[in-house]
C-alpha cells in the first residue's frame, strides 16, 4: 500500500472502469432513493417535534441504567452533559397515548428523587417542520454556492461535474440514514454540510491538475489527460482520506451519542467521497468538450 505514496509516476487506468463505477452509482442511488420514499427517515426531536429534559444527579449516573428505566419513551436518546458526569440530556416523542406534559412527568416519576430536573423544553410540530424546510433551504444554497465558486474559478462544465458528484453523495448518505432507520437530526444536517464542503475540496484538486494538463498537454486525448491528473493527485487523494477517517472513527467511538450522527455522516461521506471524486466528478468530463476550455499555452509539450 504504501508504494501508493512514493514519489513516482502512477498508471492506474481509472477511466477503463467508469461505465461500472457509474452502474453501481446508479444501482446505490436507486436503493437511496426507494429507502427515503418507502421507509422514510427517522427525524429526530429537531424536526417532529418532542421534548428535552436536562437532570442532574449529585452522583456520577449509571447510563445504561437511566436506558433500561426509561426505555417505555418513544425514540428515547440520551446523552451526557458536562465534564462530571452528574447531569444528563434526555429527548422523547410524545405519542398517541401521551402529551408533553404528561411525559415530562413520567420521567420525572420514573427517575425518581436521585434526579432533579433542571430544564425540560417543548419541541413543537410546526418548528420541527421549520427546521426541515430550513434545513432543505440551506443545503441547497450551498451547493449552489459552491456550483457558482467553481464555475467562476473554472469552467460551467467543471461546475456541473462537481455539483452532480456532491448531489451523489448526499443522496447516498441520506438513504444509508433511511435504509438503516438512523436518527436524523439537524446535527447530521450540520455533518452533510461539512461533507459538502470536504467532497468540493477534494474534487477542486483534481480538477486543477485536470486543467493544468489541458493547459500543458496540448496534443494527449482527453482520456490520457483525466488519468493522467487523477494518478497525480492519488496519493494525496489517499493520504487525505486516511487522516480524515482516522480522526472520525476516533470521534464515532468516543463521542458517544451527541455526536454519533454527525460521525456517521461524516463517515460514509468521505467514503462516498473520495470514490465519487475518482470515479464519477472525472469521467463526468467526458461529456463535455473540456478541450476548447484549455488556454492557449506558450509551454507546449509536444507528447
Given amino acids: 500500500m504504501f508504494k501508493l505514496f512514493a514519489k513516482k509516476e502512477l498508471k492506474i487506468d481509472?477511466?477503463?472502469?467508469?461505465?461500472?463505477?457509474?452502474?453501481?452509482?446508479?444501482l446505490l442511488l436507486i436503493v437511496a432513493i426507494a429507502s427515503f420514499f418507502i421507509k422514510g427517515l427517522d427525524y429526530g426531536i429537531d424536526f417532529e417535534g418532542g421534548v428535552s429534559i436536562e437532570a442532574t444527579s449529585e452522583q456520577p449516573i449509571d447510563m445504561e441504567?437511566?436506558?433500561?428505566?426509561?426505555?417505555?419513551?418513544?425514540?428515547?436518546?440520551?446523552?451526557?452533559?458536562?465534564?462530571?458526569?452528574?447531569?444528563?440530556?434526555?429527548?422523547?416523542?410524545?405519542?398517541?397515548?401521551?402529551?408533553?406534559?404528561?411525559?415530562?412527568?413520567?420521567v420525572r416519576e420514573t427517575l425518581?428523587?436521585?434526579?432533579q430536573i433542571t430544564q425540560a423544553e417543548v419541541v413543537g410540530p410546526s418548528v420541527g417542520q421549520e427546521l426541515k424546510e430550513k434545513s432543505l433551504l440551506a443545503t441547497v444554497l450551498a451547493l449552489l454556492a459552491i456550483s457558482v465558486y467553481i464555475w467562476f474559478r473554472f469552467e460551467w462544465p467543471f461546475a456541473i461535474g462537481c455539483m452532480l458528484s456532491l448531489v451523489h453523495d448526499l443522496i447516498i448518505v441520506v438513504g444509508f440514514f433511511a435504509f438503516f432507520g438512523w436518527d436524523f437530526d439537524m446535527v447530521v444536517v450540520a455533518g452533510l454540510l461539512s461533507l459538502a464542503g470536504y467532497d468540493c475540496n477534494d474534487t477542486i484538486v483534481t480538477y486543477d491538475r485536470i486543467r493544468e494538463n489541458l493547459r500543458k498537454y496540448r496534443r494527449m486525448s482527453v482520456d490520457e489527460i483525466l488519468n493522467k491528473s487523477i494518478n497525480e493527485t492519488?496519493?494525496?487523494?489517499?493520504?487525505?482520506?486516511?487522516?480524515?477517517?482516522?480522526?472520525?472513527?476516533?470521534?464515532?467511538?468516543?463521542?458517544?451519542?451527541a455526536l454519533e450522527g454527525f460521525s456517521l455522516a461524516?463517515?460514509?461521506?468521505?467514503?462516498?467521497?473520495t470514490y465519487s471524486s475518482i470515479y464519477i466528478a472525472v469521467p463526468l468530463l467526458r461529456y463535455f468538450n473540456i478541450r476548447l476550455l484549455a488556454q492557449p499555452s506558450t509551454e507546449e509539450n509536444k507528447i
Fill in 14 to 26: 481509472f477511466l477503463k472502469t467508469y461505465k461500472l463505477a457509474f452502474a453501481f452509482s446508479a
Fill in 112 to 115: 425518581g428523587a436521585d434526579f
Fill in 266 to 273: 461524516m463517515l460514509l461521506g468521505t467514503v462516498f467521497g
Fill in 234 to 257: 492519488f496519493s494525496r487523494t489517499i493520504l487525505t482520506s486516511l487522516t480524515t477517517l482516522s480522526v472520525i472513527v476516533v470521534l464515532l467511538f468516543v463521542g458517544g451519542e
Fill in 65 to 106: 441504567k437511566v436506558r433500561q428505566s426509561l426505555g417505555f419513551l418513544n425514540g428515547l436518546t440520551i446523552q451526557s452533559a458536562g465534564l462530571e458526569g452528574t447531569t444528563i440530556m434526555i429527548q422523547a416523542k410524545p405519542d398517541e397515548t401521551q402529551t408533553s406534559a404528561v411525559l415530562i412527568n413520567r
